[in-house]
């Protein structure tokens, strides 16, 4: 059963977070530290003061709600999602997925251009927002994958194309490996392309460059994934306590992974964090990182767009990635980075796009 859903917030739980943000406990900080221990004291002073006295959740609150939400049981689990029909009838049906620390509202600025032409079905992944915490383990990338072709089913969609960056690259892929009857392609904004030494492919100075840059992640996991991996529940405690820890587990994701002139707003930013805190799914989104470990190949039996933005986590290498999927359009963007759709909508829609109206029809 599909039941229409809306948005609100009690207000109990908004004056709860305005009475903690007004009693954060701060740390001191290393004279002129910069980024050299960790995010800036006065940058999240200031984020955490907007957020108490300048950020409305109500005024962003009623723009959400001015889209169509939904609600459907899938594999017993709540699963929340956004509905925006095409004016095209025949329009073909696109599955836009997020991932961390992200969330549905990635796609706002590009439901306008897209629904022109495309049905949109923008879910929020099992333990994110809406989606509501999930209370067991296993939620793999390919179980979300099968809980998506189910939803498309319920919708009615026998034909659809799936997006997706971060995990929603890895959830589309799947999607693509267990419904190919159903998708007719998967365009991502996030590939990640480990070094092959046997690949027995030529690769220029620019693919060796992105390379290394892979090298030294693997050499370097990042904290805050190795935490999410190994140990979801242990850090899920903390941000689920402290709202200026939550902010901060998410706005650093947000300072290093974005394209520095992309600007994305304070009060975007704040509601999306805030969709973390109020729906208290800190250690349920944390433990995607456990159930969908790194370095897993993720097989996809449809055609496969890739666009590749400069300054997200990594570049993906093409001859590498044309081993494992049957590429049909890569496009090389000069602006963005990690979270494609929130900096650069206006490319991200035209690639899109591209892929699915033309790409995969010529």
């Known amino acids: 059963m599909i039941e229409p859903f809306r948005i609100d917030i009690p207000q109990a739980d908004l004056d709860d977070l305005n009475d903690r943000l007004a009693r954060t406990r701060w740390p001191n900080e290393v004279a002129g530290a910069g980024w050299d221990y960790g995010f800036p004291l006065a940058r999240l002073r200031a984020l955490a003061g907007h957020w108490r006295s300048g950020y409305d959740w109500r005024k962003h609150e009623a723009e959400l709600n001015e889209l169509p939400h939904f609600t459907t049981e899938i594999d017993g689990q709540s699963i929340h999602f956004v509905h925006v029909r095409s004016a095209r009838p025949d329009a073909l049906a696109l599955v836009l997925t997020h991932g961390w620390p992200g969330s549905f509202l990635e796609f706002l600025d590009v439901i306008e251009p897209l629904s022109r032409d495309f049905h949109l079905v923008i879910p929020s992944i099992p333990g994110y927002g809406f989606s509501g915490p999930t209370h067991e383990g296993g939620w793999s990338a390919e179980r979300i994958a099968r809980a998506?072709?189910?939803?498309?089913?319920?919708?009615?969609?026998?034909?659809?194309?799936?997006?997706?960056?971060?995990?929603?690259?890895?959830?589309?892929?799947?999607?693509?490996?267990?419904?190919?009857?159903?998708?007719?392609?998967?365009?991502?904004?996030?590939?990640?392309?480990?070094?092959?030494?046997?690949?027995?492919?030529?690769?220029?100075?620019?693919?060796?460059?992105?390379?290394?840059?892979?090298?030294?992640?693997?050499?370097?996991?990042?904290?805050?994934?190795?935490?999410?991996?190994?140990?979801?529940?242990?850090?899920?405690?903390?941000?689920?306590?402290?709202?200026?820890?939550?902010?901060?587990?998410?706005?650093?994701?947000?300072?290093?992974?974005?394209?520095?002139?992309?600007?994305?707003?304070?009060?975007?930013?704040?509601?999306?964090?805030?969709?973390?805190?109020?729906?208290?799914?800190?250690?349920?989104?944390?433990?995607?990182?456990?159930?969908?470990?790194?370095?897993?190949?993720?097989?996809?039996?449809?055609?496969?767009?890739?666009?590749?933005?400069?300054?997200?986590?990594?570049?993906?290498?093409?001859?590498?990635?044309?081993r494992l999927y049957d590429i049909r359009h890569w496009s090389e963007f000069e602006r963005g980075g990690h979270f494609a759709a929130m900096e650069v909508p206006d490319l991200f829609a035209e690639d899109v796009r591209a892929f699915f109206l033309t790409a995969l029809t010529s």
């Open 148 to 322: 998506w072709a189910e939803l498309m089913c319920r919708l009615g969609y026998e034909r659809y194309g799936a997006q997706g960056g971060d995990f929603g690259a890895g959830i589309s892929l799947a999607l693509g490996s267990v419904a190919p009857e159903q998708v007719v392609g998967v365009h991502i904004n996030y590939l990640p392309t480990r070094p092959d030494p046997d690949a027995g492919v030529e690769l220029s100075e620019t693919d060796e460059a992105r390379l290394d840059k892979v090298r030294q992640l693997m050499a370097n996991r990042p904290p805050y994934q190795a935490l999410q991996a190994a140990t979801p529940q242990t850090i899920g405690y903390a941000l689920t306590d402290s709202p200026v820890g939550q902010l901060v587990w998410i706005a650093e994701r947000f300072a290093h992974w974005t394209d520095p002139d992309s600007r994305i707003s304070d009060d975007r930013l704040l509601t999306n964090v805030s969709l973390y805190w109020l729906t208290a799914t800190a250690a349920s989104s944390a433990r995607l990182h456990h159930d969908a470990p790194r370095g897993q190949y993720l097989p996809c039996r449809v055609p496969v767009g890739v666009a590749v933005l400069p300054h997200d986590i990594t570049q993906s290498v093409r001859p590498l990635a044309e």
